[in-house]
């Protein structure tokens, strides 16, 4: 079972551009995770999110949490080339063991000059 | 400020032969994890530690190996390679189960 749903799984679209993906569960996670993974490299944290209905900016990024802590969102404006790479949500689930985070799947974002 | 290093970054083995891929991390973390990333599967946990001397299996186990001899360094062999491990392997350090994850560059492995 997947626990974190992420979509679209792939999305390219040109610079300048806003755009909007989303992580979703069934489950309430105790916090919620956004990472950046770019070609060649780890995972990368951008935020973490740890209220229900709370809103985090980084300059053009921004994160929200849903109000039940089960789904969040990252939108993106004015989307540049630097942006591309893959998303990846990752949650801590209250009943979950010793072995960290869930992750979804990601959503691969190409952002085209 | 070095991070999670890992070592080889790339490796081909034969099937039937047998490697070790090596973390290291300078956080001074308890918690480290495997992971491969295989496309349309996204980042699956192999094994994991809450500390020096302990291991734990985690969803997809099978075919490796791991020890923890030291908190830094956390190591996973594989003891007879097959085609179907083929793929990127990830290590991760975090402080606690809720905290940052910090990753390596990745060993990508092919077994042909």
């Known amino acids: 079972t997947q626990l974190l749903e992420q979509s679209p799984q792939f999305l390219s679209i040109q610079e300048g551009e806003n755009l909007t993906v989303y992580c979703n569960s069934s489950?309430?996670?105790?916090?919620l995770q956004w990472y950046r993974q770019e070609p060649g490299e780890g995972p990368v944290l951008l935020v973490t999110?740890?209220?229900?209905?709370e809103v985090k900016k980084l300059k053009r990024l921004t994160f929200q949490f849903g109000d039940a802590r089960k789904d969040s969102s990252l939108h993106i404006t004015a989307a540049q080339p630097g942006d591309t790479g893959l998303y990846l949500c990752?949650?801590?689930?209250?009943?979950?063991?010793?072995?960290?985070?869930?992750f979804g799947k990601g959503t691969h974002l190409i952002i085209q000059p | 400020n070095a991070g999670v290093t890992q070592t080889p970054k790339f490796r081909v083995l034969k099937t039937g032969q047998s490697m070790t891929l090596l973390c290291a991390q300078d956080?001074?973390?308890?918690?480290m994890y495997w992971y491969r990333q295989d496309p349309g599967m996204g980042l699956r946990l192999i094994h994991y530690?809450?500390?020096?001397?302990?291991?734990a299996k985690g969803e997809v186990p099978d075919g490796y190996n791991v020890s923890r001899l030291k908190k830094q360094n956390f190591l996973l062999g594989l003891e007879s390679a097959a085609p179907s491990q083929t793929s990127v392997y990830f290590c991760?350090?975090?402080?606690?189960?809720?905290?940052?994850?910090?990753f390596g560059q990745g060993t990508r492995l092919t077994v042909v």
């Open positions: 991760a350090s975090s402080y606690s189960r809720r905290a940052e994850a910090f």
């Open positions: 999110v740890v209220t229900g209905g």
């Open positions: 990752a949650g801590d689930h209250p009943g979950g063991g010793a072995d960290g985070l869930t």
């Open positions: 530690s809450v500390g020096e001397g302990t291991t």
């Open positions: 956080m001074n973390h308890e918690y």
């Open positions: 489950s309430v996670f105790s916090s």
